[in-house]
């Protein structure tokens, strides 16, 4: 009797890694914040609205009340939005325009706004009542001309960031994750943060850092940063934490953070100069007897808006303005962090 053949060893399977469990709590922000696809995602989407906060890659329009009260518009208006941002105001001028009326819409982000145009036109606004300019409010004399208008009888113009900006990593506005230090606006133009601070001196840095964000650690913060290389915004908010004194609490180092990416984003695109241009502009772009509001998110802004529309009133261009500052109600603090620091002022332009 002979032995049975040994059977062959059946071949080995390739070793294949278990795919890692995302956890509740992933990490990368385009699992995280599901919320950015609102149309797979609705359940998500409500629970992030009523925890009080706003939905990443969306934009909460802040005081909507309050600036429709300030504005007034009425059918056959002429309004310009100088920021249309995610379209939140001005989704809610537009129907008041109606009949006759159009809204012109400016925003200098080429990624954001033809999203924006394709929102408001899937809401059935028209080009016969809506149109989508990119520019920057510094350029609304130009715009208004390019339409063959004389002026306009509303105009908004929301200063602060979008939302779609400071939750997309990949702008460079994010305090929160690993993106590219860019935080340009439109990144076709002008020089990333991350080249602003390699070239920029001590003495400098920390001038701009009192100027754009009123940071009481100015000097040891450019100490630290200025002439450096920073090319992700998770290696600068790092750095900026370790720059500060020992006895720095943690919500103290993550307020700095923010007031650093703050200056730096205002420095990089200009934003000062450009609100100055506007500001200076405003008058002759109003018709007689128009209106404007503007929303301001921090003290460089508010101040020179305050001053404008106070030198205008001194000068005879404007017939009334804002004598106090209107602030967000507590209730819309709560359901929206983001527009805490808002403030709202408005003029109307002698008849």
Known sequence: MTDAPTPEPAPATPHRRR?????KN??????????????????????????????AGTHRPIMVAEVLNVLAPKPGDI??????????????????????????????????LPRTEARLRGLGFGPEVFVARRSNFAGLPKVLATEQLAGADVILADLGVSSMQLDDPAR????????????????QRGQPASALLEKIGRDALAALLVDNADEPNAPALAAALAGRKFATTLALANAVRRALPRETTDEERDDAVRRVFQALRIAVNDE????DTFLRNLPACLNPGGRVAILTFHSGEDRRVKKAIEAGLAAGFYADIAREVIRPSPEERYANPRSVAAKLRW?????
């Not at 939140?88 to 400016?106: D, E, M, N, S």
């Not at 460079?172 to 990144?187: A, E, I, W, Y």
């Open 19 to 23: 795919p890692r469990y995302a956890g």
């Open 26 to 55: 992933p990490r990368r922000f385009e699992e995280k914040y599901k919320e950015r696809d609102p149309e797979r995602y609705a359940d998500t989407v409500a629970k992030v609205l009523a925890s009080g906060k706003t939905p």
């Open 79 to 112: 309004a310009v939005d100088c920021t249309l941002g995610y379209g939140g105001h001005a989704a809610q001028i537009l129907p008041r325009l109606q009949p006759g009326g159009r809204l012109i819409g400016l925003d200098a982000d080429p990624i954001e």
């Open 172 to 187: 460079g506005f994010s305090v929160k994750f690993q993106g590219p230090l860019d935080m340009r606006m439109n990144p």
């Open 272 to 275: 000062f100069s450009a609100l």
């Open 347 to 351: 003029a109307q332009k002698a008849g």
